[in-house]
């Protein structure tokens, strides 16, 4: 029991605090009486825990007496420690009040069992001084115990009914003892004024209930019927014999086949066929469903019409339709319905997506895995042409016996065929392909019957593929959100018009320009260097450069002449008689023009490139390299550069030369890799420095273009493939206006909703498409993707996306955002302050902000200190490896930390990093990549079985394991921002479709009058999707600086920031900046405000709360409050370990 004299000090004490908050907690008096009568009651007769009041008294008071508090949740008891603290608190504070200061109470108080606290560690001075900012008077201003700013309280009880979790408190000294360690606590924080808006209401009592019904709100009725689907016992029997008509067929088991404007069904396994050397569009198709075929012949291949332009109808825009195929983004590019404005009701269910996100594997398996399978067919065709018996039984028992790599087997890569062999042991032969690329219209009419038969068969193996492949995948991914997100994904599109063509035609006629201006100086050059052949003095033979051609001059033929008097001829098929090798190998054929570009192997030699004043020199075996005297060589040997060895070359100038020494010309993927060409674009830094030079000024100029063109080049073809429709072709669902009647038209990207192991989405195009920039050709892509008249392009880039997702499983593990360094840094730190992630590696480095971003996203997706060295040695190449390796050591050891081999028995754990800024999140990534089944901390999506530890080595693949639980957990991410806008956009009648998104990036095409709407949209869809985060890793609290997108942009083009004006060689002109509004703009503008035009009732999806995936790790610290039952106190193991982690010695300070 509370002494009497206490409870009353408590109640006069409490009693004042909740007065002071009136105004702010309660807009009427007698409300904010009545809590204040109903807390005085209360409080003198009953306890509280300690885990109700934090440390931080400002806190405490700020988080214990906020107006939730009362109305949420009922408080535990107050032990004896708590009413301590609040009475130290109160003597602390009546002194300011009274004329004597009465002296200080001191009471003696037990630490909690099976704790002992290191007193000399966790209560330094200068730790407990550290200015934390306090929370503002009028109640909405809110500070965590680290002092980052939490959002307004009417918005985080709009989030979190329940309230905040508040963190044990010594928790709160490990923390702060940390950031004092590196030098953050207490540091400046951008503090703002706190943000208040009512937000649509929570379906449900928590986030998780919320996105659980979002979830199947929008998934269904797609995942019905997709599960209905995958349960077909007995699919319908294939046609015997196709009908050859053009448009649909439709057959029905013991009926005649119909013709149909489209196929009839719910669900379909959908597959075409195209003649990809003649035409973008489909000639054939076949579908299966539950109770018929349909097969589509397109009237072009017929000759039934002129117009190769044939788009599939599918009836997609009445009813919800589920089309599954593989790969099915390249078939929806060929689908009527599709190219309109107005989104269809189809749900695109890719097989080869389901395949990876359960069956996949990462870049570095590949190759192993491609071995292991030629490995099987050869043990195959033993078994096959073995006539022994024993010897056929002893190579089955051989090919099933265990690898040395288990994953070989739980994987597959992704064509159909290979897909198929895994899930279902199924054999097909892609063969029959090869015809569409070979044979013209008649040779594929000829063919009809076979190549019909070909492409259902597809069908009918793809369907088998999705009965087996559906289930893992919702088992793999069993949220609804990871489901009901992939039908947005798969439906993407992008409006174009006809500055589309102007674009294509501009960009290649810039890039022939630049081109051809080099190479008529480059042919000059070549021109000035083969007159010297006829010289007899050979002068070429001293030139560094020009004595590396091969000058041999083979002898003339001539033809004797028949009749006497008769000049002798020359005979035929002589290229360039008379002529050098090297300049007769630039020409194809006596006739042809000459082949010389800067990509050419003797353009370097014309342009007589050196470095730092050393001629280049070509070796066959170690690329570009530069000749030195032997006596310089010394100082290029301290540099580090690599020497070479060029004894072996079959060149006798390179073989006699006992003067020189060679070195290589420096490659960005470091000394192992050989220059091939000192014209591309990775050296044209070195050019600017001087260390590559030449005699000639163009030779610059060549180098500028050759960057210049280098984005066309590698991009031209596809860009120029993308398969564009126009409204002359189809309708669109839009009525343009007369300006935009012959120029509107629409590209479907072919895209992989889940084409990685991380279940990012994948396209060749678009999602790799560069930012404008004013020196590259063709760079305005994204920019040449228009919007309608009246529409606009509403989207944003989420801050930090993964880096925040890494740091707050850092901060997790204390319960408080910006908690560990990283956090801190990730949430609080600046650019002009120098307390950012960035800035800070740039210090450490010495390098530029930017190069250091390299560095921070490599280190975080898991690359090791060999990568970081690799990328010094690229950014600085006279850099000795000694060098490089002390100062990659250096950054590994401030953030990564030290690397503990062993760890004390007591922690129950492995090795483990300790020491540096980022250690707690490292060994928090590395514990979920070690579980049996790692999953991502929201969604608990499942690894791909192939990354799984039960089928690896410990520490096999660990880099992408890591970089997968981050990766993926972005996607998680994203998946809840494309469920969260589909509700909102349903629920306000917004008239928005989803465009594209790449990554971290989102963008909607709008109509105008919704375009702030939509916009307030996206924020509360962020900020609701950050919440569910938190919440999910056992924080129920946002930090106000990453709860909102720094800024929404609303735009008639899609580019990187509304205000870049896309300038570049091909596009002289600049286009109009858009919009760009941050939460505290949209807030001010009236039309922003979203009014419920629809009631969206999700009630009736029965929710079952669940155990947040870090909860149910193995080795999860239970160290949250809100998972310390009945007063259980932290085990000390934990705290030791967690202590050992932030130390410089890796020794606890708990013990």
């Known amino acids: 029991m509370i002494k009497s004299s206490t409870s009353r000090r408590l109640s006069r004490y409490l009693s004042k605090q909740c007065s002071c908050r009136r105004v702010s907690t309660d807009r009427s008096g007698s409300g904010s009486q009545r809590r204040g009568h109903d807390y005085r009651r209360y409080i003198s007769t009953h306890k509280a825990s300690a885990h109700d009041f ?66 000399k560690t966790l209560s330094k001075p200068e730790v407990e001084e550290k200015k934390i900012p306090k929370a503002d008077p009028t109640g909405e201003q809110r500070f965590n115990e680290v002092g980052i700013q939490q959002l307004a309280y009417s918005l985080h009880r709009q989030l979190f009914p ?33 943000m208040t808006m009512e937000l649509p209401p929570l379906q449900g009592q928590s986030l998780d209930e919320h996105f659980y019904r979002l979830g199947m709100h929008v998934a269904e009725p797609y995942l019905s019927m997709s599960n209905e689907f995958a349960r077909i016992e007995e699919i319908p029997p294939m046609p015997e014999m196709w009908v050859i008509k053009s448009g649909w067929t439709k057959y029905e088991p013991g009926k005649k086949p119909v013709k149909v404007s489209h196929p009839d069904a719910h669900c379909l396994v959908f597959d075409t066929e195209v003649m990809y050397k003649e035409s973008p569009f489909a000639v054939m198709a076949t579908a299966m469903s539950k109770n018929a075929w349909y ?128 899930h279902c042991n199924i054999d097909i032969d892609k063969a029959e392909r090869d015809y569409f690329g070979i044979l013209d219209r008649q040779g594929v009419r000829d063919m009809i019957q076979d190549l019909i038969n070909y492409c259902a068969r597809d069908v009918r193996t793809t369907y088998y593929v999705y009965q087996k492949v559906l289930p893992s995948f919702l088992e ?46 480059l042919k000059s050059l070549v021109e000035q260097a083969v007159a010297q052949k006829d010289d007899p003095e050979k002068k070429y033979n001293q030139d560094p450069w020009l004595k590396q051609l091969d000058w041999t001059i083979k002898e003339i033929r001539m033809v004797k002449p028949k009749r006497k008097g008769e000049v002798p001829r020359l005979a035929k098929n002589q290229k360039f008689p008379g002529y050098p090798e090297w300049y007769k190998m630039l020409f194809a054929t006596a006739d042809s023009e ?45 540099k580090n550069f690599c020497k070479c060895d060029v004894r072996a070359e079959d060149k006798l100038y390179l073989q006699e030369d006992h003067d020189g020494m060679y070195f290589k010309v420096p490659h960005k993927d470091g000394p192992a890799a050989r220059c091939a060409s000192p014209l591309a674009k990775g050296y044209l830094q070195h050019f600017e420095s001087g260390v590559l030079s030449s005699e000639y000024p163009y030779a610059r100029e060549a180098l500028e273009m050759n960057a210049a063109c280098s984005y066309w080049i590698s991009a031209r073809e596809r860009i120029s493939s993308q398969v564009t429709v126009w409204r002359e072709d189809t309708n669109l669902g839009i009525n343009p206006s007369s300006a935009e009647k012959n120029g509107l038209g629409m590209i479907l990207p072919t895209i992989v909703p889940m084409g990685t192991i991380t279940r990012r989405a994948v396209e060749a195009t678009w999602l790799t498409a560069s930012n404008a920039k004013k020196n590259r050709v063709g760079s305005e892509l994204k920019a040449m993707i228009r919007a309608p008249e009246g529409y606009k392009f509403v989207g944003a880039d989420v801050d930090s996306e993964e880096l925040w997702i890494a740091s707050l499983v850092g901060d997790s593990q204390f319960g408080i955002h910006g908690g560990t360094a990283i956090g801190w840094m990730t949430l609080e730190g600046t650019k002009s302050l120098g307390t950012d992630l960035h800035s800070n590696t740039a210090t450490i480095l010495n390098i530029s902000r930017n190069d250091a971003k390299v560095f921070n996203y490599g280190r975080i997706y898991g690359a090791g200190l060999k990568f970081a060295v690799q990328l010094l040695r690229q950014f600085n190449p006279t850099m000795s490896d000694a060098d490089a390796n002390k100062t990659a050591t250096k950054l590994y050891e401030s953030t990564k930390g030290t690397r503990a081999k062993r760890a004390p028995k007591t922690f129950r754990r492995g090795p483990f990093w300790f020491g540096g800024t980022e250690s707690l999140m490292f060994n928090k990534l590395e514990e979920i990549a070690n579980q049996e089944i790692p999953r991502t901390p929201v969604l608990g999506c499942a690894i791909t079985e192939a990354l799984m530890q039960t089928n690896l080595e410990s520490s096999m693949f660990m880099t992408s394991r890591i970089n997968w639980a981050i990766q993926s957990s972005g996607v998680d991410y994203l998946h809840l921002l494309i469920v969260s806008m589909d509700y909102l956009i349903e629920r306000f009648k917004l008239d928005a479709r989803l465009c594209i998104t790449v990554h971290d990036e989102i963008r909607y095409l709008v109509k105008e009058k919704d375009q702030y709407k939509v916009a307030m949209a996206l924020q509360i869809s962020n900020l609701w999707t950050r919440a569910m985060f938190c919440e999910q890793l056992g924080i129920h609290d946002i930090p106000q600086s990453c709860a909102f997108f720094s800024a929404v942009d609303i735009d008639h083009v899609i580019r990187k920031e509304v205000d870049v004006p896309c300038v570049t060689p091909s596009h002289p002109a600049a286009i109009a900046p858009g919009e760009s509004l941050d939460i505290a703009a949209l807030l001010n503008v009236t039309s922003a405000k979203l009014k419920t035009k629809k009631v969206v009732d999700l009630s009736h999806w029965e929710y079952t709360p669940r155990t947040p995936v870090f909860d149910q790790m193995e080795q999860h610290q239970q160290l949250l409050v809100k998972q310390l039952k009945d007063n259980a106190p932290i085990p000390s193991s934990d705290l030791s370990y967690l202590s050992a982690q932030i130390s410089k010695d890796g020794k606890p300070t708990y013990r």
């Open 162 to 194: 329940n309230g905040p979790t508040t963190p044990y408190p010594d928790l709160v000294k490990l923390s702060r003892q940390h950031l004092e360690m590196h030098e953050l606590l207490g540091k400046q924080t951008d503090t703002q004024p706190p």
């Open 295 to 422: 097969c589509w012949i397109s009237p072009w291949l017929l000759e039934e019409s002129v117009d190769d332009r044939q788009l599939i109808p599918l009836g997609t825009q009445s009813s919800p339709k589920v089309i599954v195929g593989h790969n099915v983004g390249y078939d929806r590019v060929r689908v009527k319905e599709e190219y309109s404005f107005r989104a269809s009701k189809a749900m695109f269910l890719d097989t080869m997506s389901l395949h990876v996100a359960t069956n996949g594997m990462c870049s570095q398996q590949r190759p192993t895995w491609i071995k292991y399978q030629k490995k099987l067919a050869i043990v195959d065709k033993l078994i096959d042409t073995s006539t022994d018996t024993e010897m056929q039984d002893n190579l089955s028992q051989l090919k099933e016996e265990e690898t040395d790599e288990p994953w070989v087997r739980r994987s597959a890569i992704n064509g159909l065929a290979d897909v198929a062999k895994f």
């Open 594 to 638: 000459m082949n010389v570009t800067v990509r050419t192997r003797i353009a370097p030699l014309m342009f007589r490139l050196s470095w730092d004043g050393h001629p280049l020199v070509w070796t066959d075996t170690h690329g570009w390299t530069f000749r030195v005297h032997k006596d310089e060589g010394e100082q290029y040997l301290c």
């Open 54 to 119: 934090p440390e931080s008294p400002d806190i405490a008071q700020d988080n214990f007496l906020s107006e939730w508090s009362w109305q949420k949740r009922i408080h535990p008891l107050l032990d004896d420690f708590m009413i301590d603290k609040l009475a130290e608190r109160m003597d602390a504070e009546e002194p300011h009040k009274k004329s004597v200061s009465p002296p200080k109470r001191k009471r003696k108080r037990k630490p909690k069992a099976n704790v002992e606290i290191d007193i």
């Open 476 to 521: 793999v991914c069993p949220h609804p959100v990871s489901f009901a997100a992939l039908r947005h994904l798969a439906s993407v599109f992008l409006p174009i018009d006809e500055t589309w063509k102007d674009y294509v035609a501009n960009a290649e006629s810039k890039y022939q320009e630049l081109l051809a201006e080099v190479e008529t100086r």
